[in-house]
């Protein structure tokens, strides 16, 4: 009787000691896996942190870290005999089928990641994305708003602006601002040249380098055109190109140089018979070459 009680006491010693070294197991798993989730996190900090705005990163820190949770916790019961690859792969399916029902806005979720990684556009830069040009207004996780020049707020799934061609007029060190203006050909080329090419130097946000120029652009039907360009800092290349177009009339007139009508001359080459009926007269004429008697005026 006594020898059955202590096998029966050995036996649950065996089995506590093997649950013991389960728990033992489980726990180096969950711990190994949370090392590994705060090692991605401070490696996340580091690099995208600085990069990504608070509202953005935080959830997607947070997202990865408690998966990695997830995944060891899932792992942890392998030493009590649960399999956790069909957990696996029951979550993969379901995964599968999430993603399939929700294609689009994944797509742009992924996308709206690029964008703010890679950052082609930021909020406030002046922009042409997909034929849409304005001022970024916002750029979140799933769409871009970009408030168009006349106010309205366009709203753009992220996956079409980062398979698009992104204009960022912001995003160089100068931006060239061209003129294009008509003088006529009576007037001197030279005086207009150096008067448009002084009107520039003496811009404050003309470049000095690359320089001012001033060159003709073509023999037009009523005018010489005269291309006049320089290169001014992006953020103030709108108020020098209306600065500057303002300016022009002024400056080729205190130059003497005069900007023309729409002119155009008409010959009249052997003109045939007009034959004027006079009304109430009865009487008939006939104008020939420069007039006869019978020409009403």
């Not at 711990?31 to 690099?47: D, E, K």
């Not at 001012?212 to 992006?234: H, K, L, N, Q, T």
């Not at 600065?243 to 052997?270: C, F, M, N, W």
Request: hydrophobic share 45%; charged share 20%.
């Amino acid at each position: 009787m006594v020898q059955v009680e202590a096998g029966g006491l050995v036996e649950q010693l065996g089995g506590l000691e093997g649950l013991l070294v389960k728990l033992l197991q489980a726990l180096a798993i969950m711990l190994v896996g949370a090392t590994v989730a705060v090692i991605v996190r401070s490696v996340m900090r580091r690099n995208l942190s600085h990069r990504l705005p608070p509202y953005i990163y935080r959830p997607m820190e947070s997202l990865v870290f408690y998966l990695l949770l997830a995944v060891s916790g899932v792992a942890a019961l392998a030493p009590f005999g649960i399999n956790p690859s069909a957990l696996l792969v029951a979550g993969g399916f379901a995964g599968i089928v999430v993603g399939l029902a929700a294609q689009n806005t994944l797509g742009n979720l992924v996308a709206g990641v690029m964008l703010l990684i890679e950052q082609p556009l930021r909020v406030g830069d002046p922009v042409n994305v997909a034929g849409v040009s304005g001022v970024v207004a916002n750029i979140s996780v799933f769409s871009t708003e970009i408030r168009t020049w006349d106010g309205p707020l366009v709203r753009i799934p992220n996956s079409t602006v980062f398979n698009e061609m992104i204009t960022n007029y912001v995003k160089v060190r100068a931006r060239r601002v061209e003129l294009l203006v008509g003088i006529h050909y009576d007037s001197d080329i030279e005086k207009a040249r150096k008067a448009l090419l002084d009107l520039m130097q003496d811009h404050p946000f003309c470049l000095v380098n690359p320089a001012p120029e001033a060159f003709v652009e073509e023999y037009g039907d009523s005018s010489i055109v005269i291309r006049a360009r320089c290169w001014a800092p992006p953020q103030a290349w709108f108020a020098t190109k209306v600065d500057l177009t303002t300016r022009v009339k002024e400056t080729l007139d205190s130059a003497g140089v005069v900007i023309p009508y729409p002119q155009r001359d008409i010959h009249l080459v052997s003109p045939g018979e007009i034959r004027v009926r006079l009304t109430g007269s009865g009487r008939e004429g006939c104008r020939e070459g420069g007039g006869g008697e019978g020409e009403k005026r």
